[in-house]
């Protein structure tokens, strides 16, 4: 690999592992870097998510304080996500990506627009049900859905999942985040365990990411949980409604 290459590849992966702390669309900087290298979109895909697990280590790490007293929602919601990635990384290998190409930049578009209008919707919600510390049967579906695409593809995967968290449930959106951040390792670990039994994976690409990434983790969570919720919830949908016209353009 040339050395340009590599430091591409590294800086990538730092990017990534910083955004994904605070928004959860770091895929979207290496995903498009590999691609732009070379690398075939599976193989890319594969190495990437491989590359990304210790990153989202990172940021479980950086965001322990935050988690604190969750350990019954984590349990509860962390399977929903491991269940879901299981079958989202079977998948992966198993259908065309046309599928899920059709499908990404609505969700996330969705996943934006959701978290733009959550205030409003846990509010009408609270007005029906009293707030649940799990969120609900809801939830658990949405979660066990973004599993899937978590672990099939998982670009964005952040912004549906903290989207999701928010609406369902009545807490501090910083805790939610780590609550985000877990759940994201959930996915991504299950899908990367999947991926190194089942196809080739370019290990001198996962490292690069990996050593980028965990960097970045920790960078992302020492200033991450600095940003006020608004503003916070500002770049969540700003990052998301950028990413579903990138790729719609992209893709389409």
């Given amino acids: 690999m040339p050395p340009l290459h590599a430091l591409a590849i590294f800086a990538a992966g730092l ?34 998510t491989v590359g990304l697990a210790p990153g989202n280590a990172s ?7 935050e988690l604190t007293g969750q350990r019954g929602r984590l349990v509860q919601l962390g399977s929903a996500s491991l269940l879901g990635a299981g079958v989202g990384a079977s998948l992966l290998l198993a259908l ?25 919707i846990r509010g009408a919600l609270e007005t029906r049900h009293a707030p649940r510390a799990h969120g609900g049967a809801a939830l ?21 999942l903290i989207a999701l968290l928010a609406i369902f449930i009545d807490d501090d959106l910083q805790r939610l985040n780590g ?9 991504n670990a299950v899908a990367a ?7 080739h994976i370019s290990w001198s690409v996962a490292g690069l990411i990996a050593a980028g990434s965990v960097i970045g983790g ?12 608004p503003i916070l919830r500002g770049v969540i949908v700003a990052v998301g409604l950028g990413v579903a016209v990138g790729l719609a353009v992209e893709w389409h």
């Avoid at 065309?96 to 409003?120: C, D, E, N, T």
């Avoid at 899937?148 to 995967?157: H, S």
């Avoid at 920790?218 to 919720?229: K, S, V």
């Fill in 218 to 229: 920790q960078l992302g969570g020492r200033y991450g949980r600095r940003i006020p919720d």
């Fill in 96 to 120: 065309p990506h046309s599928v899920f190409k059709a499908a990404v930049p609505g969700l996330i578009a969705l996943a934006s627009v959701l978290m733009a209008l959550q205030p409003r």
């Fill in 193 to 199: 365990l999947f991926f190194v039994v089942a196809t």
């Fill in 179 to 187: 609550t985000k951040n877990a759940l994201a390792l959930t996915a």
């Fill in 15 to 48: 990017a990534a592992g910083t955004v994904n702390v605070i928004v959860g669309s770091g895929s979207l900087i290496t995903f498009p870097t590999l691609l732009a290298l070379g690398y075939p979109p599976v193989l890319a895909n594969v190495s990437n």
């Fill in 59 to 65: 940021a479980v790490v950086a965001y322990r304080r």
């Fill in 140 to 160: 658990m579906v949405g979660v066990f859905l973004t599993g899937i695409y978590g672990g099939y593809f998982g670009a964005a995967q952040g912004v549906v």
